[in-house]
């Protein structure tokens, strides 16, 4: 399949997608304490989903059961939630969640720590969040795909930490996942050339120690085959001609500054 570049109309309508997913997000980071089950914070992000009118994409996906991602420790993506997984004071949450508005498809994550964590899982939180933000230096038209890539992995790596292979950023639209693949790693070949339009799933998966990982039984959960910690940070743009348009994040996080 083709890379799509979307008209104004179509980001438009991604625009409130995004916007209603990064509400979303602050929601629940607002509820998430210990004791909770991962199944409560599906349920309550799926309620939160559906009270903008919105359908949880990943809910039946090549049959995922749920809506929002919950991924505990050393558990990279894709955590499945259950009633008998509680949150405890000191875990590192990942939650990934996408939604379909109007048609129009938003995905996003987020690491958050429980209460206390050690110092080194809140720097493996901020610095996987961070990579995201040295690919967003290269996400401009004109500039190839593989320059995102490896400007993150680039980041990451100088840290000592794992950058994650085995899954990829992607393409958004009116499918969740259309071309192009989008690693986090660097790569041989530049990809293609990014152009004003493009809508973009970019998800930096770090781990601790190695970036190799292991798909548990339940045949979704991703785990760090060394049980070191991970973090996920994602959120879906649009190329422009100048700096890209993130349409993952709240008012807040804008007025904040963490995209300037
Ligand atoms: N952000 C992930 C992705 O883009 C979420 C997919 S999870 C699934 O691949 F449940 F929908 F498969
Ligand atoms: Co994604």
Redesign the pocket.
């Known amino acids: 399949m083709a890379v799509t570049i979307k008209s104004p109309r179509e980001i438009e309508l991604m625009r409130e997608a995004g916007k209603i997913l990064a509400k979303v997000h602050a929601g629940l980071e607002k509820e998430l304490r210990p004791g909770m089950t991962t199944l409560e914070v599906d349920r309550l992000g799926e309620e939160m989903i559906r009270s903008f009118g919105c359908i949880p994409?990943?809910?039946n996906?090549?049959g995922?059961p749920?809506s929002v991602?919950v991924s505990i420790n050393e558990e990279v993506?894709?955590g499945i939630p259950s009633k008998h997984r509680i949150i405890k004071e000191g875990d590192i949450v990942s939650l990934?969640i996408?939604v379909i508005h109007k048609g129009y498809h938003s995905?996003?994550?987020r690491t958050h720590a429980i209460g206390e964590v050690p110092e080194a899982a809140r720097l493996l939180i901020e610095r996987t969040r961070q990579s995201f933000f040295e690919g967003m230096k290269y996400a401009v038209a004109g500039h190839h795909l593989h320059e995102i890539s490896n400007a993150i992995g680039a980041y990451a790596e100088g840290f000592g930490y794992g950058v994650v292979e085995d899954?990829c950023?992607?393409g958004?639209g009116t499918h969740?996942?259309e071309d192009p693949e989008i690693p986090n790693f660097r790569q041989f070949r530049r990809g293609i050339k990014l152009r004003p339009g493009m809508t973009l799933?970019i998800?930096p998966m770090i781990n601790m120690g190695t970036a190799d990982v292991l798909w548990m039984d339940d045949d979704?959960t991703v785990v760090s085959e060394d049980m070191s910690l991970s973090a996920h940070y994602?959120n879906t743009i649009v190329i422009t001609e100048g700096k890209p348009e993130i349409l993952t994040l709240t008012d807040t996080e804008i007025e904040a500054g963490i995209w300037k």
């Open positions: 994409s990943f809910k996906y090549n995922y749920a991602c993506v894709h990934d996408g995905d996003a994550a899954l950023g992607h958004i969740l996942h799933a998800e979704w994602e």
